[in-house]
């Protein structure tokens, strides 16, 4: 197994090789406004560091959002866009499963990215592989409980939620979404593969349908709300 992650739901552009066992590489940067400048490279410099080709990779793993438009899409896009070249399956897992999973707590907390518009993507575990609510679009006040806030939202919001709530990880780790998947893939027969890469119609636009989410899935993005733009209905008739 020879995993290739990436995520770019947040302003962390972050890449990973993992062989099944741990993480042989991972490279990460912080920065908003150049998703689709640094994916790449840093997809590259990963391979470069295990001497490995993208040939030699065996699934495509990308972080799935919720996240803002643009930069979700920039890493579901190349992750799907890589997977074909080289005839391997593309999968999606919540990014905010990849946080949770990151943060290796064993005792209940909230995991919150910044959602824009005021609002945070959040979700509740009751560990760091066990979600049990979630996720959904919410504004900081409305977050529930005496819980710690782990995720860029929390900081961002720290005086609305509570400072003394907040704690790391900040942004997601391509590693850990690795990690998380290859648990997840370890074990699959190959109609079992083909069946979860499986992307069905329609978009993830809805708290409801993005509940029903397991860890592991296709590679399509959740956004949790939906689209502003509206096809135009059919013009009225002019009677005399």
Do not use: N
Request: proline share 8%.
């Amino acid at each position: 197994m020879l995993v290739l992650a990436l995520d770019t739901a947040t302003p962390a552009v972050t890449a990973a090789l993992h062989d099944g066992a741990r993480v042989l590489a991972e490279s990460t940067k912080v920065d908003a406004r150049r998703h689709g400048e640094l994916l790449a490279p840093a997809v590259e410099r990963v391979l470069r560091e295990c001497d490995a080709s993208l040939r030699d990779v065996t699934a495509v793993v990308a972080g799935a959002g919720p996240g803002p438009y643009t930069g979700l899409r920039v890493g579901l896009m190349t992750a799907s866009a890589l997977a074909a070249t080289v005839g391997v399956y593309a999968y999606g897992v919540c990014t905010l499963d990849a946080i949770a999973f990151a943060s290796g707590r064993t005792e209940p907390f909230l995991v919150a990215t910044d959602a824009r518009r005021k609002e945070v993507f959040w979700a509740r575990y009751g560990d760091a592989r066990t979600r049990l609510d979630g996720p959904r679009v919410d504004r900081p006040h409305d977050l529930p409980g005496e819980l710690p806030v782990i995720g860029a939202g929390a900081r961002m919001y720290a005086e609305t939620i509570g400072p003394d709530r907040v704690a790391d990880p900040e942004y997601p780790s391509a590693g850990a979404l690795a990690a998380l998947a290859a648990e997840h893939l370890a074990g699959l027969t190959p109609e079992q593969a083909a069946e979860l890469a499986r992307v069905p119609d329609g978009r993830i636009d809805s708290v409801e349908l993005a509940s029903e989410l397991a860890v592991l899935g296709p590679a399509r993005p959740i956004y949790l709300r939906r689209p502003d733009a509206q096809i135009p209905s059919a013009p009225k008739k002019v009677t005399a």
